[in-house]
């Protein structure tokens, strides 16, 4: 134990060095976002730092991505792939810092920024001369997170698990409702499957007073609404995670005028495959049904998104045990259950792995607001606890 948290205090030591470097490359990146799939300067400036750095490289992978290779001196052995994702947010910044977004409309307000800059420092370490280890690690930088069908998938259709064959896969996440300087895991989901619903009222517009020869979508789509709600609160297992959610409705545009079409527009998490499945296929029968009972006629789109993301126990353990080196056990949590969505869930399904959480807060300088505020920031001292939870990770799995 003892050589082996010796190995870790170095690779913290070595992170610390580079500080410099991960805060002006996060503020770099910070101050020119881009929408997912648009990343082309994202991914031009991590070539150049890659190349900068000697490490070899594959560009315009599922567009705007790139895959770094590094083999490690010590000869053949095991293959890990560390992710990070580069894509902003449609979202105008206003948090009140020199680094500000030079997009306007456009912002890392989910920490991608600190996410790629995490992954070039951890290139950085491993490609180090003095640095002896077996087998290869790759670094995926994935575009389009955000934004359903995501940049996973192409990634991994692109060919970045094969050759060769990855045995493992981690990355992590900003979260500011952690301090700087600490760590939250979750053995198991974490992250939920993230499906939506576009609903198409149809009924029969017509003069407001004359409700009797029309079919109100309006009073239609009201009643929908509600009724969703019983899918959760009366036919899903009490003890399962499920939300739904109707985020839109739109009809009509006049104080008296009945419309005759209404659109509803919502999401559903779980963690459960057969929980998933049924809540789609309730809300089709629900809906479809009560449209007809009211004499109007509807229409589901249903479309399945991200899956749940599963954290693999022994990774989960590896990637645990390598923060508590770093760290210590007063800063390593266990990370919340959240509902929200996560495509490095598709490389968890490919190769056991875990996605964890990096603490990215500091209450006592304001940084505490949440991912995809306009607000959001990420406290840089972070950056090298980053770099070396994912540079540890990485060795201690190809040693094991
Ligand atoms: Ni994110």
Redesign the pocket.
Known sequence: MAARAAVEFDLLATASAMADVLTADRRHIHMHPELGFEERETSAFIQRRLSDAGVTFEAGIAGTGVLATIAGSGGAGKTVLLRA?IDALPIDEQADVPYRSQNPGVMHA???DA?TAILLGTARVLAADRLRFAGTVKLAFQPC??RFPGGAIKMIEAGVMDNPTVDAAFGL??TPQLEAGSFGFRVGPASAASDRFTISVIGRGGHAARPNSCVDAVVVAAHLVVLLQTIISRETPPIQPAVLTVGAIHAGDAHNVIPGEATIRGTVRTYDTGLREQIADRLRELVTGAARAMRAEAKVDYVFGYPSLVNDGPMTDLARSVALDLVGAEAVFVAEQAL?G?DMAYFLRRAPGCFFRLGTGNRARGITYG??HPRFDVEEAALPFGVAAMAGVALRFLGS
């Open positions: 994702d989910c920490g991608h996410h997170e955000e996440h900003c929200g996560e991912n995809h």
